[in-house]
């Protein structure tokens, strides 16, 4: 059963960092498309970052270009977003998502807050 653990979420002062992961298994990881997405409160979800199934050719929303980094190790089925200088609208859950054709899965999401 395919399964993604999001963790590394938390409270964190504006301009601050987070390193998010998001751990895989049940599936093929490295033949998978990863990406993160986001949800504010009364927002709808957000693309984030994506990266291909060999982590190259990332791409990212113009919010967090320069700030975000996304990467994946094939070796340990994780895919990470490194964030930093953290503003108050980065406040959301972020969630992890594979895909690869018509199969798609999602994490349950971890809770990123931006507050000081």
């Known amino acids: 059963q395919a399964q993604l653990v999001e963790s590394g979420g938390g409270l964190v002062q504006p301009g601050g960092s987070l390193r998010l992961s998001c751990a895989a298994s049940?599936?093929?990881?490295?033949?998978?498309?990863m990406y993160w997405y986001r949800q504010a409160p009364g927002k709808e979800r957000e693309l984030v970052a994506g990266?291909?199934?060999?982590?190259?050719?990332?791409n990212y929303a113009d919010s967090v270009k320069g700030r975000f980094t996304i990467s994946r190790d094939n070796a340990k089925n994780t895919v990470y977003l490194q964030m930093n200088s953290l503003k108050p609208e980065d406040t959301a859950v972020y969630y992890c998502?594979?895909?690869?054709?018509?199969?798609?899965?999602w994490g349950q999401g971890t809770q990123v807050t931006v507050s000081a």
């Open positions: 049940g599936f093929t990881f490295s033949s998978y498309t």
């Open positions: 990266i291909n199934s060999v982590g190259s050719s990332p």
């Open positions: 998502n594979a895909r690869r054709a018509l199969r798609s899965y």
